[in-house]
């Protein structure tokens, strides 16, 4: 069998199967193959007994005792065993499935795994895996892969089907690494890595295999980033801009003055719009160091010089703001703004592409809706992208195929060091604003464990009297955007029983369509719910200036600079606002890391303080969230693999800018496949 070949040759995978593997994005083996762990979990030693661990995972050695008892019970065929050691008793259920009697004598002894309860008046574990000591013992030495899942396929038979995967396809992917790197850097093999990780043989395995993976992962962005910037690189712009009173105009009419930084990063915008060649530029700024004013500017610009602008955001709640923003700021002064989202209606989107198509519409904001095959613009001059999707470089790329070639401004607020943003922006040019407006409130932050639950909820319901609004960011799930679904149904539930019925609480989660999301955002907008619960998709940018509280589930689980943003969401008006971390751990560590975000509101010191304390990289912690979309590389843990990436990624395309070299053969190939997936279309 070839790498390449659908999935569907499998055994195990019909018609049904392989459409829930498609939602993995798994379509062919090496899709499969590149499916990696999200964690692993060791089998623990066998306890007595008597130290089982209610309500968490156990393994038990018993033998089994007489008698061995079927019983029904409603639509439920129940079997019930009986096992012992020296120091007790334990039963184990099976619903439904009398046949596991077939499998198992009395007296004799086996080990049996699951989640222990304690249920009418006896300990129990319902549906047990079971072993035999020597298969057992051979377990608890492994590493066994935990990977997330999708509704209707389980671990083990996802991890099975990689299997028969690996084996059908032994060792058949090509290695694109020449041997002389391999070396120099002690790479493990790909094949090698592969397997590995999947089913590590043990830790130092495990430790090499994802070393190569995400060095490949790095290396082959690194490689795109640099062949984009080729193609960019001086490019002569069609657009002739000329300076305009605007700027002036709408600084003076604001009620605040420009930091220092806001005016350097406006110059810098502004030269390259007037300048000669098509401007590709990052503008960093930490939450609310006040971007937004500077895109507004640039459109300005833009618009008096008779060119069309656009603001491309990740989602329609966060297309709406800016548009709510900019209609503010710029119609005052004659430009037309216009919105462009997937929710309007036919008929609303018909009049919106004729009115950009005769340009009585200067500026338009929207989703990727912007981008579809209908949109015509009249003269786009600028495009405006929120750093999104592997940092919106296929948007970016979508929009510069439609002819003309705009201008591109990428906003982002994840305020990281300099010389990481260089190596994760490479293609563009970059902008920081690093200084905040002055007189910024400083969010109260606090974290506590799980045992101030109580009293954060009471400091809700206060603040809540006094007329403002909570978020509750829900506890994280790893397994299955299902689960976190689920997850965030029930912490509702829970919250609204805490809470007097006249407090209306919501919740928000990814798999939302755009529509409800838009009107729990604009409900919560207008105080109309009062608590927001939500997974991480309140978006960074979200603006409810009335909300002055965020509490965070789990917050152990998140990188620092992932808080900071989600902290970002409160403080953003005049009332006191405050950032509750909750957390089960009690490790001085975890205190210590949660106490940066306590001393600090500056996201680039926090992000220096993430970057130092998870260098040393944590195989087993979750992988973050939001952080940048790598499969398996972490920019923060690995940074130093990144650095390599960087410089050979530069050495090669020096040398081989085409990648034609005969060693270079696989490479080229690689990087072509990673082009095609996520710059096109
Ligand atoms: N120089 C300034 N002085 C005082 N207030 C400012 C200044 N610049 C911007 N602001 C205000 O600060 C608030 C935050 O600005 P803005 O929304 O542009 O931040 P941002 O950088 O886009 O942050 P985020 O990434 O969170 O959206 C806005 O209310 C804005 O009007």
Same mark, same amino acid.
């Given at each position: ?204 395995? /495990? ?287 829970? /919250? ?186």
């Amino acid at each position: 069998m070839d790498t390449t070949q659908s999935i569907s040759g499998l055994k195990g995978i019909g018609e049904k199967t392989e459409k829930l593997f498609n939602r993995l994005e798994i379509y062919t083996i090496e899709d499969l193959l590149h499916y990696y762990p999200r964690s692993y979990e060791t089998y623990s030693q066998v306890t007595k007994i008597k130290d089982i661990k209610i309500d968490a995972m156990n393994a038990v050695e018993g033998t089994i005792c007489f008698p061995i008892e079927q019983m029904v019970k409603g639509k439920f065929k129940i079997l019930k065993i009986r096992i012992k050691d020296d120091t007790g008793y334990l039963y184990l259920l099976w619903f439904n499935q009398l046949y596991i009697k077939n499998n198992l004598k009395i007296g004799e002894t086996k080990v049996f795994r699951g989640k222990a309860e304690y249920k009418y008046g006896q300990m129990q574990i319902t549906t047990p895996e079971i072993f035999d000591q020597e298969t057992y013992n051979k377990k608890t030495k492994t590493l066994q892969p935990i990977y997330a899942l999708t509704k209707g396929i389980m671990q083990k038979n996802l991890s099975k089907i990689i299997r028969q995967g690996l084996i059908k396809t032994h060792n058949q992917l090509k290695d694109c690494l020449p041997n002389a790197i391999r070396n120099q850097y002690g790479f493990a093999e790909y094949n090698y890595a592969i397997t590995q990780i999947h089913y590590p043989k043990d830790m130092e395995a /495990l430790k090499e295999a994802k070393r190569r993976l995400v060095f490949d992962e790095f290396f082959i962005f690194q490689l795109s980033l640099l062949r984009l910037k080729k193609v960019q690189d001086r490019q002569a712009t069609q657009f002739d801009l000329k300076d305009h009173s605007i700027i002036k105009d709408i600084i003076k009419n604001l009620p605040f003055q420009l930091t220092q930084a806001q005016k350097s990063v406006l110059e810098e915008i502004k030269n390259d719009l007037m300048g000669e060649t098509v401007m590709n530029r990052l503008l960093q700024g930490d939450v609310g160091s006040g971007k937004t004013i500077i895109a507004a500017l640039m459109l300005a610009l833009v618009a008096k010089n008779n060119y069309q602008g656009s603001i491309m955001a990740p989602t329609e709640v966060l297309a709406k703001q800016h548009f709510e923003t900019m209609k503010a700021l710029l119609e005052p002064h004659h430009i037309n703004v216009g919105l462009l989202v997937g929710s309007m209606t036919a008929k609303e989107k018909k009049n919106m592409y004729q009115a950009i198509k005769d340009h009585t519409i200067d500026i338009v904001i929207g989703t990727h809706a912007i981008i579809q095959d209908k949109v015509v613009f009249n003269q786009l001059a600028l495009v405006i992208t929120d750093e999104q999707h592997r940092f919106g470089v296929k948007q970016r790329e979508s929009l510069s195929q439609k002819g003309t070639k705009p201008h591109m401004l990428v906003m982002s607020a994840t305020p990281i060091p300099r010389t990481l943003a260089l190596m994760l922006y490479g293609d563009l040019d970059i902008s920081i604003i690093d200084e905040l407006p002055p007189n910024r409130q400083v969010i109260k932050t606090y974290a506590v464990d799980t045992s101030y639950r109580k009293r954060v909820y009471d400091f809700i319901k206060k603040q809540i009297k006094d007329g403002r609004q909570a978020y509750v960011i829900c506890p994280m799930v790893e397994e299955s955007d299902q689960l976190e679904v689920e997850s965030v149904l029930e912490y509702t539930k829970k /919250l609204k029983k805490e809470f007097d019925q006249s407090i209306n609480i919501e919740y928000l989660h990814g798999k939302m369509k755009p529509k409800e999301k838009n009107i729990i955002m604009e409900n919560f907008a207008n105080n109309t719910i009062q608590v927001l619960v939500s997974t991480t998709v309140v978006e960074v940018g979200v603006n409810v200036p009335n909300a002055t509280i965020i509490a965070i589930e789990n917050a152990d689980r998140f990188g620092l600079a992932q808080l900071h943003q989600l902290r970002g969401r409160v403080g953003r008006g005049q009332y006191q606002s405050y950032c509750i971390l909750l957390t089960q751990s009690k490790s001085n560590k975890t205190k210590e890391r949660l106490d940066v975000l306590s001393n600090t509101n500056d996201g680039f010191i926090i992000s220096e303080y993430d970057l130092k304390v998870r260098g040393q990289g944590d195989l087993f912690g979750i992988k973050q969230h939001g952080d940048m979309e790598f499969k398996i590389a972490n920019v923060f843990e690995d940074i130093e693999l990144l650095k390599i990436a960087n410089k050979l990624a530069k050495d090669i395309m020096k040398n081989d800018p085409q990648l034609t070299n005969e060693e270079h053969y696989y490479i080229n190939e690689r990087l072509k496949n990673y082009i095609h997936k996520y710059y096109s279309g």
